[in-house]
């Protein structure tokens, strides 16, 4: 590149990739490869690909990962990626934790089902913050060969880890969990027992039934635990068992389908929530018409 140290800043602004793509290869300055990778990746051109997969083996632990989050950028993302997920797997036991994490984060943003039993692996193995975004990662791909592992992960000590996989079993949304989910709720960390409720509330209908059973648990964790699930549904599919729930002899779960199907705003639920507002509880009458407010003003 000359006798003169490249300019990364003048090349990002000028999006020049072939210059930058040259800084990535500038052995008498690491920061000139650190800094042209973050531009690379910021710029997001298809272009850079090879020199950024070569680039992952850079001998210094900052530009590898830098370069990792780089083909994290969103033209990878929507491209076939396949190849830049391979690459970034070579590397996905890097002896840096920073660059292990930041190639975990990368491939939860690729999404490629590739990755998945290299992030299990991780998750079941690694330091606890890599545990934690493996178990993001996992969720962003929603692939349902996670949910085990994920399940697992519930029992975890650390509460960062626990909130983690409860809220990717949510994205992933397979029945399969819905169990796991509820016997978690006895955690006794609020944040991780607001990350199962949300998890519940998003597998929505299959995970319904379940849920009106945990509402009777002689467990207090988890009856409320659930029992907030279960107002925060908003699956239209679910219309039908919450009508149903309508009907509960717990009056909390009255309550709670009520205000579900009043953020859900079908109005065929409109003639059973008129009968609830005869109810004889107070907060199951008042959900029942908070509940017809919203599905007439929609």
């Given amino acids: 590149m000359g006798i003169f140290k490249p300019n990364v800043v003048k090349m990002r602004s000028k999006k020049d990739v072939v210059g930058l793509v040259k800084g990535l290869n500038y052995i008498k300055d690491c920061n000139v490869r650190l800094e042209s990778a973050r531009a690379l990746g910021m710029i997001g051109d298809e272009e850079s690909t090879q ?30 990626n396949s190849g830049v997920v391979k690459a970034l797997l070579q590397i996905i036991d890097d002896s840096d934790s920073d660059v292990r994490k930041s190639v975990v984060e990368s491939l939860g943003l690729l999404k490629n089902p590739l990755a998945v039993d290299s992030l299990i692996r991780l998750l079941q193995n690694d330091i606890p913050n890599i545990q934690m975004e493996t178990a993001r990662a996992l969720g962003m791909i929603k692939d349902t060969v996670a949910v085990g592992a994920l399940i697992q992960a519930l029992d975890n000590e650390d509460w960062l880890i626990k909130s983690s996989a409860a809220e990717s079993l949510g994205k992933i949304g397979d029945e399969e969990a819905v169990d796991a989910l509820i016997q978690a709720m006895n955690d006794p960390n609020r944040t991780v027992r607001l990350e199962i409720a949300v998890a519940l509330s998003k597998i929505g209908e299959p995970a319904i039934e379940k849920i ?23 699956d239209k599919n679910s219309v039908e068992s919450l009508i149903k729930g309508l009907k509960s002899d717990v009056s909390q779960v009255r309550e709670k389908a009520a205000e579900a199907l009043g953020e859900i705003g079908d109005k065929k639920a409109e003639d ?27």
Avoid: Y
């Fill in 51 to 80: 020199a950024l997969v070569q680039s992952l083996s850079d001998k210094s632990s900052e530009v590898r990962s830098a370069t990792a989050k780089a083909l994290g950028s969103k033209s990878f993302v929507n491209s076939n």
């Fill in 212 to 234: 009106f059973e945990a509402c009777k648990h002689k467990n207090s964790r988890i009856r409320l635990g659930v029992r907030m699930a279960l107002g925060m549904i908003k």
């Fill in 272 to 298: 059973f929530l008129d009968e609830l507002t005869k109810d004889e509880d107070e907060e199951v009458r008042r959900s029942a018409r908070i509940a017809l407010t919203k599905i007439r003003g929609n």
